[in-house]
């Protein structure tokens, strides 16, 4: 069985940083996508960030210049370092990856970040 195991998140003042992890584990294919998407109360679910083997990366333009993903292929995680955060960040924050091989799409169980003074 699927499994991504979400860490991190939490509550920041406006201007501050918080740090998301996501571990994929049990998956017997190579992972393409792996990143985050955002839903804030009442929104839709939008995409954060997402990174690819070899490191092609997609950002929001909401976020482009002050979060950061990285990956880790050994172990299958990714990282979100967030920077600068703003209130408008506030939101349940889901880990996605892709398989590779069937594009098969999983999800986290979200993990909250708030921003607020």
């Known amino acids: 069985q699927v499994q991504l195991v979400e860490s991190g998140g939490g509550l920041v003042q406006p201007g501050g940083s918080l740090s998301l992890s996501c571990e994929v584990r049990?998956?017997?294919?190579?992972?393409?996508?792996l990143g985050w998407y955002r839903q804030a109360p009442g929104e839709y679910r939008e995409l954060v960030a997402l990174?690819?083997?070899?490191?092609?990366?997609n950002y929001a333009e909401s976020v482009r210049g002050r979060f950061t993903i990285s990956r880790d292929d050994a172990k299958i995680t990714a990282n979100l370092q967030m920077n600068n955060l703003k209130p408008e960040d506030t939101a349940v924050y889901y880990c996605?990856?892709?398989?590779?091989?069937?594009?098969?799409?999983?999800w986290g169980q979200g993990t909250q970040v708030t921003v607020s003074s």
């Open positions: 990174i690819w083997s070899g490191g092609r990366t």
């Open positions: 049990g998956n017997p294919n190579p992972i393409g996508a």
């Open positions: 996605h990856a892709a398989d590779r091989v069937t594009d098969y799409e999983f």
